[in-house]
């Protein structure tokens, strides 16, 4: 069956820090890829996705890119801030299955001033 | 465009209790799905809908039931509330038109639900 692992957590960056959340799946036939974030006492929102292979996303400076050789999708970003601090979720979706989302544990990340 | 609402926020329950917790979209999606979320544990599926009138289990449906009469509601039941059913629980809808790229399930902000 489908399976996606994030790296542990948490995470703690300094502000501007480098933040890289690794992410590796397992699917049969060609899944979408996701990253969500969960502000504290909010609900799940999609902060980028790729649907095929070698597809970048991006959204508010934050970046992953679609490794169908490596079977990845590992979450980046240049210079975190304080309002960045939640928690992240990477999912696939697979098509073949009434695309129903398969997500990683999510990983918490704290940034400081 | 309110999206995906969900009702109530909170709700603390005895064990053997019954409720039900409603979702709604806006957006005319085909799909609905009910997660629960639990620490350490990321989102587990409990039932999802492809469409009105049609209802089908996920990963953890036991001791659930669910409901979609009309294609904006989804409706998650709990007949006898049990403490392990104590989560967060949240809903989501998608468009099933997969080859345009609109498999994204947009969330509502979730129902607390405590059971003692």
């Known amino acids: 069956g489908n399976s996606v692992t994030q790296m542990e957590g948490p995470v703690t960056l300094s502000e501007e820090a480098f933040l890289t959340i690794n992410c590796t799946y397992t699917?049969?036939?060609?899944?979408?890829l996701f990253w969500y974030v969960q502000y504290p006492g909010e609900g799940l929102q999609l902060l980028l996705k790729a649907t095929k292979a070698d597809d970048k996303g991006s959204n508010k400076g934050f970046e992953a890119t679609y490794r169908k050789e490596t079977t990845s999708f590992h979450l980046e970003k240049g210079s975190v801030q304080v309002s960045d601090s939640a928690v992240y979720f990477c999912?696939?979706?697979?098509?073949?299955?009434?695309?129903?989302?398969?997500f990683g544990k999510g990983i918490t990340l704290s940034v400081r001033p | 465009n309110a999206g995906v609402t969900q009702t109530p926020k909170f709700r603390v329950l005895k064990t053997g209790q019954s409720m039900t917790l409603l979702c709604a979209q806006d957006?005319?999606?085909?799909?609905m799905y009910w997660y629960r979320q639990d620490p350490g544990m990321g989102l587990r599926l409990i039932h999802y809908s492809v469409g009105e009138g049609t209802t089908a289990k996920g990963e953890v449906p036991d001791g659930y039931n669910v409901s979609r009469l009309k294609k904006q509601n989804f409706l998650l039941g709990l007949e006898s509330a049990a403490p392990s059913q104590t989560s967060v629980y949240f809903c989501?809808?998608?468009?099933?038109?997969?080859?345009?790229?609109?498999?994204?399930?947009?969330f509502g902000p979730g129902t607390r639900l405590t059971v003692l």
């Open positions: 999912a696939l979706s697979d098509p073949g299955a009434n695309s129903k989302l398969t």
């Open positions: 957006m005319n999606h085909e799909y």
């Open positions: 699917a049969t036939g060609y899944p979408s």
């Open positions: 989501a809808s998608s468009n099933q038109a997969r080859g345009l790229g609109e498999d994204t399930q947009y």
